[in-house]
């Protein structure tokens, strides 16, 4: 399961690997957790990355209170679940890292484990996500959620769907019908991945510095 994210990259990158010009200064992170902000390209914004909260907050809310539990969307399900098929029919997107965790956690952080996954040529991941924008007290309010998939190379959990190539990333942000929409949910390019164990328990205590990409036996 994708449990943690890692962006850590420079804005010269994403426009070599992704074609998208950042601007500002990016803010940089080895451990991104549910409820926690990190960077998506919105397909109504498809030229720019917007800072946005992990963890869709359906439009219907009526506060804003996040907990983390709506972070993945399963592909199988994604076109019929009530809080995911509106926005995956209007408000897909795409999100940039570096890496992602699978953390499984279990009877505490010294029993753990943890796995890194990048790609196996350097180049920058991009994900698929669904977005949504809720107003309260007349804030906009913009969050996402990670569509996962069980992976044919990788059979013992779930990741992240990832949108490789550029012309299929235009695709995921363009007006798409439902049979589009699933064609691109049965992709698998999961075998651009490569992984290695990290420090759960580092990643459970939330460090965010660079021992979060050191390799561990």
């Known amino acids: 399961m994708c449990s943690r994210l890692s962006f850590v990259t420079t804005s010269e990158k994403i426009w070599k690997d992704i074609g998208i010009q950042s601007e500002g200064l990016l803010r940089t992170s080895y451990n991104i957790a549910p409820t926690h902000h990190t960077y998506i390209i919105k397909n109504s914004t498809p030229d720019r990355l917007d800072y946005v909260t992990w963890g869709i907050i359906p439009q219907t809310a ?58 196996k040529n350097g180049e920058l991941l991009t994900l698929a996500g669904v977005w949504d924008s809720c107003n309260i007290d007349g804030y906009n309010h913009l969050s996402f959620s990670i569509i996962t998939q069980q992976s044919e190379y990788f059979p013992n959990t779930r990741l992240p769907l990832i949108i490789h190539e550029s012309e299929l990333r235009k695709q995921w942000l363009s007006n798409l019908q439902i049979n589009e929409i699933e064609d691109i949910l049965l992709t698998d390019h999961s075998n651009m991945l490569d992984s290695y164990n990290v420090n759960a328990a580092e990643l459970l205590a939330f460090n965010d510095s660079f021992q979060m990409h050191l390799r561990i036996d």
């Open 62 to 119: 009526q506060i804003i209170k996040n907990e983390g539990k709506l972070a993945l969307a399963r592909a199988e399900t994604l076109l019929t679940s009530t809080s995911f098929r509106i926005p995956a029919r209007q408000k897909r997107c795409i999100v940039v890292v570096d890496s992602f965790y699978d953390l499984q956690e279990h009877f505490g952080p010294s029993q753990s484990t943890a796995k890194r996954y990048f790609s």
